[in-house]
């Protein structure tokens, strides 16, 4: 008698645990990406809020023109409905505190808040 070759028939359940388990990969890698980007903006922010600040140390406050650089800067990073309630907006004396506070929005829904403090240095 010879042996007769036979193809093993492929289990239908196993083409289907391999492709959810694709899917669920893919889902959490699209996850981290935008998680990844919104860190990245909040850093971005942090990052500006910092040369900001020390520009301040150096006048005493936020000047005007500092000020709407600093806003289009974080608009471009994609940051929105800006608020700078407690910035120190009028010149304080040397060794005076001045605060740099920045609030908005990242992608619209996620709020981020940057509360600098320093010493006017001039």
């Known amino acids: 008698m010879g042996k007769v070759n036979r193809k093993n028939s492929g ?4 083409l ?3 492709g959810i388990c694709i899917l669920a990969m893919s889902a959490v890698m699209i996850a981290y990406i935008q ?7 909040k850093l971005q922010a942090g990052q500006l809020a910092r040369k900001y600040l ?8 936020l000047l005007p023109e500092d000020y709407f650089l600093l806003q289009q800067e974080l608009e471009t990073a994609g ?5 700078f309630s407690g910035t120190t907006f009028e010149s304080a004396g040397y060794g005076q505190t001045i605060v740099l506070g920045i609030r908005g929005k990242l992608k619209g829904e996620m709020e981020i808040v940057e509360y600098r403090t320093s010493t006017a240095k001039y």
Do not use: F, P, W
């Open 16 to 18: 289907m645990i391999t």
């Open 11 to 14: 289990n239908m359940g196993d």
């Open 79 to 83: 940051i929105t409905d800006l608020d």
């Open 54 to 61: 020390l520009k301040m140390e150096t006048c005493g406050c």
């Open 35 to 41: 998680c990844a980007g919104i860190i990245q903006q």
